[in-house]
């Protein structure tokens, strides 16, 4: 195991400094488990995740190695400042506040480490092939939707790794939402539209659909329609745009509502129930976080950071049942209730509002440009989503999240890296 564990680390070393678009594509692979055979988590020392870990750590190192280190654009300064401040205020407030050891406050602040992907992915800008990582990213969404396709109607055939028995888990949908967005540019302007193209983004739909996470599912759909119908040619939300896609979309209500037998009264059901809070898995949610919001009222204005299930605060927490959800503060399907424990109400203002600084200049007229407006779609999403799905302190949200900002970043015309002429051949080889 060691050996396996040398091996990742000098591959990913040698990529980082010698083959940077090779080292993102890598980076993206070992974040699916290298699409379900291989799990670098498995690398543990002394209670310690050496694969992720160092993986991340070897993605600074490797920044810090370039000549252009020093040279990350001044408009991005905030982000990478912000990235630094969450990571500190994280580890050293529990320390200070005497509820957890250093040690423990590292160990549970791995997810933060993610973040340092879009340092490394700023430095070497230059030197990273885009269409090279467009082409990954779109395969591996592929690949991941079929995973979900075909093991849901022949469950034999299904990565190890992803195979939960009675569900598959893959690592991660958020690789084909991303995917669903560099499609729709390219049915949008590309000259080379073909069936082809419709197809895989109806296997990329389907895989999200059989993920079986309704909040990107819908956003993704949403996000999509909206780029790819509401949007014009020239990126302008015109009254016909919007008229045609309020008339599609109630055709295509009242298609299913015809059609489809129950659903209406299924629909009905569902809402009614949301709305009376009856809604199990919205009820089951309310339980499971109860004890949370308990410790989130012991420090509302800037939380506990990141606090270790072994730590002390979680000695006086007292949580019901055994239930694996109740093991530890850290909670994955309540995003906003994740974040309110490790940064308070003050600072998760904070952090969306210095987010949205960056994530919505897509929408802006001066930096509006095809990959630009789908990327701050596909970023903007992510505040529904949080609800009921962490992406901002989660892998599965800030890997993708990072690569949507980085090609957002790149493409404003503020930091003159790609002219008119390139962008349009960009755009064709999406």
């Known amino acids: 195991m060691i050996g396996v564990l ?53 993605a600074l190192l490797c920044a810090f190695f370039s000549k252009k280190w020093f040279l990350v654009p001044r408009v991005l300064f905030a982000y990478i400042f ?26 549970a602040s791995k997810e933060i480490w993610y973040y340092f992907l879009f340092f490394y992915l700023v430095v070497y800008r230059d030197d990273i092939n885009d269409e090279e990582l467009f082409k990954g990213i779109k395969t591996i969404g592929v690949y991941l939707s079929l995973v979900y396709v075909i093991g849901y109607f022949i469950p034999v055939i299904r990565p190890p790794l992803y195979d939960n028995v009675t569900y598959i888990r893959t690592f991660f949908p958020t690789y084909i939402s991303l995917a669903l967005f560099f499609y729709a540019i390219r049915l949008k302007f590309s000259n080379s539209r073909n069936l082809y193209d419709r197809v895989v983004v109806v296997i990329l739909f389907l895989g999200l659909f059989f993920a079986a996470h309704l909040s990107l599912t819908i956003m993704t759909l949403a996000g999509f329609v909206l780029y790819k119908y509401v949007y014009n040619i020239k990126l302008n939300v015109d009254r016909y745009s919007v008229k045609k896609f309020a008339f599609v979309v109630f055709v295509g209500v009242c298609m299913t509502i015809i059609f489809f ?44 950071g990141f606090i270790h299930q072994s730590s002390n605060l979680m000695k006086t927490v007292s949580t019901v049942g055994n239930n694996r959800f109740m ?13 309110f424990l490790k940064f308070g109400y003050i600072g998760t203002a904070i952090i969306l509002l210095v987010m949205s600084r960056y994530y919505l200049l897509g929408f802006v007229k001066k930096h509006k440009n095809p990959l630009s407006l789908a990327m701050s779609i596909y970023l903007a999403q992510y505040y529904f989503i949080n609800y009921t799905w962490s992406v901002y302190t989660f892998a599965h949200g800030i890997i993708p999240g990072v690569i949507a900002l980085y090609l957002l970043a790149k493409n404003l015309q503020s930091w003159e890296v790609i002219k008119s002429e390139v962008r349009t051949q960009q755009i064709n080889g999406i």
């Open 327 to 339: 093991e530890r503060l850290t909670v994955i399907d309540s995003g906003y209730v994740d974040m």
């Open 6 to 58: 040398l091996v990742f680390y000098v591959v990913a070393f040698v990529l980082g400094i010698k083959r940077p678009t090779a080292f993102v594509i890598f980076y993206v692979l070992a974040s699916t488990k290298f699409l379900g055979f291989l799990d670098p988590s498995t690398f543990i020392f002394s209670g310690l995740e050496l694969g992720y870990f160092g993986l991340n750590l070897i």
């Open 261 to 304: 037998e129950g659903f209406y009264d299924a629909a009905k059901l569902n809402i009614d129930q949301i709305i009376s809070g009856e809604d199990n898995a919205l009820s089951s949610r309310d339980v499971y976080n109860a004890f949370r919001w308990e410790v989130i009222e012991r420090s509302k204005s800037f939380g506990h």
């Open 82 to 107: 912000l990235i630094v401040l969450i990571l500190l205020h994280g580890i050293l407030k529990p320390v200070m506040d005497y509820n957890s050891s250093l040690i423990q406050a590292i160990m």
